[in-house]
């Protein structure tokens, strides 16, 4: 394999040796490299194992099978789902054991979505109130339920102590939580504090309420390293597999742990802008308050993209790379940027985003 640092040489000027659409080198494109994605992979799956907790990573980062599968075969015990869309796409797919990681409001077209699964896989759904699960269990009697608890973020959960009357409902495998509050500068370690306390009530609650040795699921990307695996059976987190500019800037990821970048082409010097090829409809808009730019450049620590349209993005940086150089953008946030794409460049291969758009 090829040095890192090879890798980074062969995209300064053209990128001669780069997969083409036709004859023509198209950017831009969002381009893996497997190297550093298996390695990531590995990583958090043998954490987990020396841990001794489960993995089911969030595959809404990817939307790709091939990412996925890389996934399992590492130890991962299942998938989670951010939308039945995406449940559907991935037990169509072989996979077998799927959570879909938000509370579900289920209507008639959701359930009956979701019960046409039921005999693919073992499939579980979010509720965090007594309503959604009550009516979860009459739509769908053989699905599985985890109970969605608040730990910090305040966006959706309910309080720990609540959990046993959610889980009155029955059918309850456990309780679960997103430390969202961990994307924050210096947030990791309180967010997994939040998250392991809230945890161990909503396990004291669950297993007063009948639910014997309940799942007790956490993580994010930015917490992970700080997870108490004392009271956490499970983990969730998402973004660790590619990487991205706001892990980049919260310190939860190195540059050199990055495994997917948009190439795009320097298209315009004018008025001494270095404007490239890839805007909103590439990388995605996000920018969150911490962020320092759009985004950011690999090879190009100091840079940053300072202004964002449709299909260019303006960037500052020290030098200015002639007309037709090919450099690396780094999104600050990959799930948004992937979500616009239809495939993945690895190597000479292109995996199809398998679940893009399936937003419902």
Known sequence: MPSRLRARDRVQGPCLGAPAYGSAVTTPRLVVEEELL????DRVAVGARVAGVALRPHVK????LEIA???VAAGATGVTVATVGEAEV??????????VAYPLWLDDDRATRLARLAGRARNAIGVDCTESAARARAMLPDVELMVEIDSGHHRT???PGDVGEVAAAGGVRGAFTFPGHSYSPDGGSGAAADEARALAEAGKALVAAGVEAPVLSGGSTPSLAHTDTGVVTELR????????????ELGSCSPDDIALTCHATVVSLAGGRVVVDAGSKVLGADRAAYSTGFGRLLDHPDARIVMLSEHHAVIEMAERPPLGTTLRLVPNHVCNAVNLADELW???QRWSVAARGRNG
Do not use: E, M, S
């Not at 298996?38 to 992979?41: G, K, L, T, Y």
């Not at 987190?237 to 980049?248: K, T």
């Open 38 to 41: 298996r390695r990531n992979i």
């Open 61 to 64: 980062t990817h939307k790709c």
């Open 69 to 71: 599968r890389l996934q």
């Open 90 to 99: 991935f037990v169509h797919a072989g996979f077998d054991d799927v959570l």
């Open 157 to 159: 959960g309910c309080a």
């Open 237 to 248: 987190p998402g973004v660790y597999v590619l990487g991205d500019a706001q892990q980049w």
């Open 346 to 348: 690895v190597g000479d």
